[in-house]
């Protein structure tokens, strides 16, 4: 089974309808398809092209997940949270395009995507969620809008970052957020950070500048801990009021 073609006046693809159809290369999803369900998709190792309806409102968890053949993806606007590992180990996929109305990524939904360079969040989005994008080791590039809320914990772990500007809004900012980013030389934080939170085992070795703000307060033995395990060199560029 390479190809599926499915009827116009399906609203809803089930739970595993297709998982494990390791031959299937490419489907026809209908426009008035609204929900794919969970793991619908999963392990379609061949899959290589899907178009998801413009009137979509659930994508499931792990919908996408192991689809290793899969390129390009497009979420429709009617999408608002992208559940779970939806993309979880598609590792040729290479262009997300997220449009406006996405308000939410959760857990581990790009995880190890190992082909996306770089991705432009809308301005919709909210929050992304824990280890969303970890893995994605030439991702070099993101670009975020200030009035993002909650980037979560490895969010960016292990991936290719070169500079990381934290957001305007978030005010206790956890640097585990980009561990292991082996080419990370800069974070940038807000002004209004007033709390900057350091992992025992994260592991930066090449970071060499962190903007601070001015009223941001940081434990003593966190720097040092920092600077003696793991080799980190601070230049505290102290913002003026």
């Not at 608002?80 to 406006?100: N, R």
């Not at 950070?193 to 592991?203: D, H, K, P, Q, T």
């Amino acid at each position: 089974m390479v190809e599926i073609e499915l009827s116009e006046g399906l609203i809803k693809i089930e739970d595993n309808a297709f998982s494990r159809c390791k031959s299937l290369k490419r489907i026809n999803i209908p426009s008035t398809v609204v929900e794919v369900g969970a793991r619908a998709f999963e392990d379609c190792i061949k899959l290589d092209e899907v178009i998801l309806p413009n009137h979509l409102r659930r994508l499931g968890g792990w919908a996408f997940c192991h689809c290793g053949s899969l390129k390009n993806i497009n979420i429709p606007k009617t999408i608002k949270t992208i559940e779970q590992a939806a993309f979880l180990c598609c590792y040729s996929l290479k262009t997300v395009s997220l449009t406006e109305g996405v308000q939410e990524i959760s857990r581990d939904t790009f995880s190890f995507c190992w082909s996306i360079q770089s991705i432009n969040f809308p301005p919709s989005l909210k929050v992304i969620g824990e280890e969303s994008f970890e893995g994605c080791k030439v991702l070099n590039e993101v670009r975020m809008h200030d009035n993002m809320e909650r980037i979560t914990y490895g969010a960016f772990r292990d991936c290719g970052l070169v500079n990381f500007r934290m957001l305007p809004l978030v005010t206790a900012v956890d640097i585990g957020i980009v561990d292991n980013n082996k080419c990370l030389v800069s974070i940038e934080l807000p002004e209004n950070a007033v709390r900057i939170i350091v992992n025992n085992e994260s592991c930066l070795d090449s970071l060499r500048n962190i903007a601070l703000p001015s009223e941001c307060m940081i434990e003593q033995d966190i720097l040092e801990n920092c600077t003696t395990n793991l080799g980190w060199h601070f230049q505290m560029k102290m913002r003026k009021q």
